[in-house]
């Protein structure tokens, strides 16, 4: 028996505890904070969340806690519970809830038809320098109206360069988006939409 031999089944032993002694970490968006006052408005035309896209650098579970140059920083041991797409489409939705009323704003296989569908692509939303930079571009796509669209870009302090505080922070960010999505909102509901005079023969 070689010394190599020896000793392999002693590392193996090792590399695996090494292994299992650093479990992973999952961390997840946090609920978007409520806003300071009611500004619900009940009143008015529903919204559908049709479709969001992040980068696609931010499309798997490594959660980005910085920059080095071009190069991202990703945390070793922490990784998203959820893709972050599909996190960010819940606290956004969450948050215009809050701010439009529930009953205004439709999920996927809701059978209503919405007077509104939102559509956001997010062209970054990662930290940098010590912020999250939330760069996004959004339209909504009025029904029996023209529609309506802009790009919003905020910075969002962010505490630490650790993986929660880009969660919270990420969270905050979305909310001030919603702030500015329901200031925005400007489709009109279905049944304010007059009807098609009937015009007769006659011309009456």
């Known amino acids: ?90 606290v956004l939705r969450d948050a215009l809830e809050q701010r439009l009323g529930a009953s205004r704003v439709l999920i996927a296989g809701d059978r209503r038809i919405p007077d509104a569908e939102l559509t956001i692509e997010f062209l970054s939303l990662d930290p940098r320098n010590g912020v999250l930079d939330l760069d996004a571009r959004w339209f909504f796509s009025c029904r029996g109206g023209p529609g309506r669209g ?27 988006l919603a702030d500015v999505l329901a200031a925005d909102m400007r489709c009109e509901p279905s049944s304010a939409i007059a009807p098609a005079r009937l015009i007769r023969p006659n011309g009456d």
């Open 1 to 90: 028996m070689t010394i190599a031999s020896r000793f392999m089944p002693a590392f193996i032993v090792l590399t695996i505890g090494a292994c299992a002694s650093s479990p992973v970490t999952l961390v997840v968006l946090p609920p978007p904070a409520v806003p300071a006052s009611d500004v619900r408005q009940e009143l008015g035309g529903t919204i559908l969340l049709r479709q969001v896209s992040v980068p696609g650098y931010l499309e798997d579970f490594s959660v980005v806690i910085g920059r080095a140059g071009n190069a991202l920083v990703v945390s070793r041991n922490v990784e998203w519970a959820e893709p972050l797409l599909q996190g960010v489409s819940r």
């Open 150 to 176: 802009g790009r919003t870009r905020l910075e969002v302090a962010v505490a630490t360069a650790e993986p929660q505080a880009v969660a919270n922070a990420t969270a905050n960010g979305l909310a001030r």
